[in-house]
């Protein structure tokens, strides 16, 4: 951790060198005094300095032109849903509700064409002879773009490329680097995301009267009998419950016998406890639906919780099954789901959960009818996807604008079909406008199976899709189309802005602190904040050139590098202090011109990072969604997304101090907030030139503890937002704790708030 400097600097609060600052227009009189002064210890409990900074005194004030006009609340990613962790999403936490058979999609470059044959240039994607046999392929990119037909026959692998596919028809001017839809189902397929131990499992195409699906599941006593499961909550005691079964809940299905006469043994229940349901049914040979509701009681120890159906006396069929909370959510989401997203207000929600293989009437599709998808081979890859129509309710509920992440390998029909769709949500929710962001990380080579790496293909591809939706889609509602790039790559920004003529922004990633090399915690802490916006401001200007704003599609912690121990890594990441640290670096993009800005993720407990397999309590902003417990990085979204209403205004900043504060102006006038995060080893007392006749609050996240909010069981959070009287001397005068993030807001009773508006420009 370095020493403060003693000597007096002018910059821009959040802006990398003094010639940015000198640059930008003067002040407007809205001034802010910042002294580092308060008596107490320079670091919290847990955080061990070497010696307490001088005191110190920075001066920021509001510049007269806005950097954003009616800045949008910080957005966030929704993220994938799991059965296992904290990402249980959905009020029916069962994954394939339906029992449906997989949907795979993917995509083919062409490394070679032999008559009818093409050749993939990737061995890593190729599936097994005649697995595409029957399916249907669709070409993206080339002067073929458009081109549909059949795959007569396909062949695992045709060397020196991967799998080989006989078309029918050959596309008219086909060439190698084209790229390829590929696309199959595997109607009677075995049953994705359920577990069978005993007996046999087939799909069966006797669906339930009236049901959305194309098939059922059938269990096949072999030695004695057949069992079908569900797991779920299985990360164990390092989490505790991750999903309490508590209050009204209700399970429900469809069986029938094959002949009439069999039992079907029902229990749920969490391993070593009392079940919730335990229940023996006769069924008959018509189909019936079986209706349990229960009252969680869930009391105890964790432990995995487990749905099985078991027969010992004949073949028995299942479909349609729902296990859950009685009363779900809008949109089929849980409610505690929408709960913690109302504490965090998110101004967008992006619905990135591994949907590039999906199809659009699969996006689309009801929750019964909802195959799941793949893109990459084998089992562990498929997904269990929400759909767009249950986002979209989710969306309005919460107050947020959605951010859909649009399939790359959907074909020319399916971009109409969207367009139509996103014109039907805007004109029913209300949307303000909805950001189509071409698939995810093109750029990367895990997305390699649905993801264009060559900018000009991802440029090509995207331009055609954006094209399509705009002619299906209704000038009402605005469409804000983006493409993506490597945040560390700008010439990657520049080629992909220069080669779409339709995207409106370049979406990228600034996670920081990807490596943590500390064997302290005051080391830890000094890292996250060590990451400046240069190369950010940089690529900014770059993409302007091209007529290109930027987005930032996904922004956190990303601390999987380095050789700190996993306790330092768990603290570096989820200590008081990284509340400041997450919102300096949204203040460093907003600061520099990006509107749009979703934080990754909403929930995850941990990840597990290096060839050890270690894990880090990454991605999730929330710890849990029931009880609900935010870690400091989701508190700081809450606050800040309280304080974001009205224009952005960069801040001028005077004294020795200004390289460890990153501070904005949002509003005006009666109606102005201040957000400061502090890198600051040392406290500081915050002196403004706001008039005292008018109320005023101060809320902050006290960064300087060395506290966290990993307690299982239920304990009480220990870091929060806390509510502060901010003094009048010479101005409204308050004093931050270090590593903090605060919000001074000017309470104008008479004045209300402004109300969001249109943006005037994107």
């Known amino acids: 951790m370095r020493l403060i400097a003693s000597r007096t600097r002018t910059r ?157 028809p050959m596309p008219a001017g086909l060439r190698p680097g084209d790229a390829i839809s590929v696309a199959a189902v595997e109607d009677g397929a075995a049953l994705a995301s359920w577990w069978t131990d005993r007996g046999e499992l087939t799909a069966d195409r006797d669906a339930r009267p009236g049901s959305p699906g194309r098939q059922s599941a059938r269990l096949s006593p072999r030695g004695g009998a057949a069992r079908l499961s569900h797991h779920l909550d299985t990360i164990g005691t390092r989490a505790g419950k991750l999903l309490p079964v508590t209050g009204s809940w209700r399970l429900s299905f469809w069986a029938r016998g094959a002949q009439g006469g069999e039992r079907l043994e029902v229990r749920f229940l969490r391993h070593g406890r009392t079940p919730f349901v335990a229940r023996s049914i006769t069924l008959g040979s018509a189909w019936q639906r079986v209706d349990l509701a229960f009252e969680g009681r869930d009391d105890g120890p964790a432990g995995p919780l487990e749905l099985s159906f078991e027969t010992r006396t004949g073949d028995v069929l299942l479909d349609d099954v ?38 659009i009437g699969n996006r689309l599709a009801e929750p019964y009818a909802r195959r799941p998808s793949r893109y990459r081979p084998g089992d562990a890859e498929l997904f269990s996807l929400y759909g767009l129509t249950e986002f979209f309710e989710l969306c309005e509920a919460v107050g947020a604008q959605p951010w859909v992440v649009a399939p ?72 804000v189309p983006m493409v993506n790039a490597q945040f560390a790559n700008p010439s990657g920004w520049t080629r992909l802005a220069r080669g779409s003529a339709l995207a409106q922004k370049v979406a990228v990633a600034p996670y920081f602190l990807r490596s943590l090399q500390a064997t302290s915690k005051r080391e830890a802490v000094a890292a996250a904040f060590a990451e400046g916006d240069a190369l950010l401001r940089d690529s900014i200007r770059q993409a302007g050139a091209q007529g290109k704003g930027v987005a930032v599609y996904e922004v956190n912690f990303h601390t999987t590098g380095g050789s700190a121990p996993a306790a330092l890594r768990d ?67 809450a606050l800040m997304n309280q304080a974001i209403e009205g224009d952005l205004r960069a801040a001028r900043c005077e004294g020795s101090g200004c390289d460890r504060v990153t501070a904005a102006f949002v509003g005006e006038g009666a109606a102005t907030r201040l957000v400061v995060a502090s890198a600051s080893p040392g406290p500081l007392t915050v002196r403004t030139a706001l008039p005292c006749a008018s109320g005023a609050r101060v809320r902050l996240i006290d960064g300087s503890t060395g506290l966290d909010n990993e307690r299982a069981g239920g304990a009480a959070p220990a870091v ?23 919000v001074l807001e000017i309470e104008a009773a008479s004045q209300p708030r402004p109300q969001a508006r249109m943006p005037r420009d994107h």
């Open 720 to 742: 929060a937002i806390i509510a502060a009287s901010p003094r009048c001397d010479g101005g409204r005068t308050f004093e931050m704790p270090p590593y903090s993030l605060a």
């Open 322 to 359: 729902y296990l859950g909370e009685a009363q779900p959510g809008p949109g089929g989401f849980r409610r505690d789901t929408v709960a913690v997203l109302r504490m965090l207000r998110p101004g967008y929600l992006r619905d990135w959960q591994g949907q590039l293989g999906d199809s």
């Open 571 to 637: 603290f570096a990441v989820t200590g008081a202090h990284s509340a400041s640290a997450l919102a300096r670096r949204l203040l460093q993009s907003a600061l520099a011109g990006v509107r749009e800005q979703s934080v990754y993720a909403l929930a995850g407990f941990d990840s597990h990072y290096g060839a050890q397999r270690s894990l880090v309590r990454l991605w999730g902003v929330a710890r849990d969604l029931a009880p609900g417990t935010l870690r400091p990085t989701g508190l700081a979204l």
């Open 408 to 479: 790359t390998l959907l074909g020319d029909d399916e971009w109409r079909a969207l367009g139509v769709a996103l014109a039907k949500a805007g004109r029913r929710h209300g949307f303000r406008e909805i950001v189509v962001e071409f698939g995810n990380e093109n750029w990367n080579p895990i997305f390699r199976a649905a993801g264009f790496l060559s900018p000009d293909a991802h440029a090509q591809a995207a331009d055609r899709a954006f094209r399509l939706l705009r002619e299906a889609g209704d000038a009402s509602v605005r469409i």
């Open 12 to 168: 821009i609060a959040g802006a990398s060198t003094l010639a940015g600052a000198l640059a930008l227009a003067p002040p407007i009189a809205l001034s802010l005094t910042l002294a580092l002064a308060l008596a107490r210890p320079a670091v919290g409990a847990g955080i061990t300095a070497a010696a307490a900074p001088p005191a110190e005194t920075v001066r920021l004030e509001a510049l007269p032109e806005p950097v954003l006009r009616e800045m949008p609340r910080i957005g966030l990613n929704l993220g994938a849903r799991t059965s296992w962790g904290a990402e249980q999403l959905i009020a029916n936490v069962l994954k394939n509700p339906g029992l449906e058979a997989p949907l795979d999609r993917a995509l083919v470059v062409v490394q070679g064409i032999d008559g009818r044959w093409v050749r993939d240039d990737t061995i890593w994607l190729a599936r097994a002879d005649g697995f595409w046999d029957g399916g249907r392929f669709d070409v993206r990119t080339g002067t073929a773009a458009g081109a549909t037909g059949r795959i007569i026959a396909s062949r695992h692998a045709s060397p020196p490329g991967g799998g080989a596919f006989e078309l029918d």
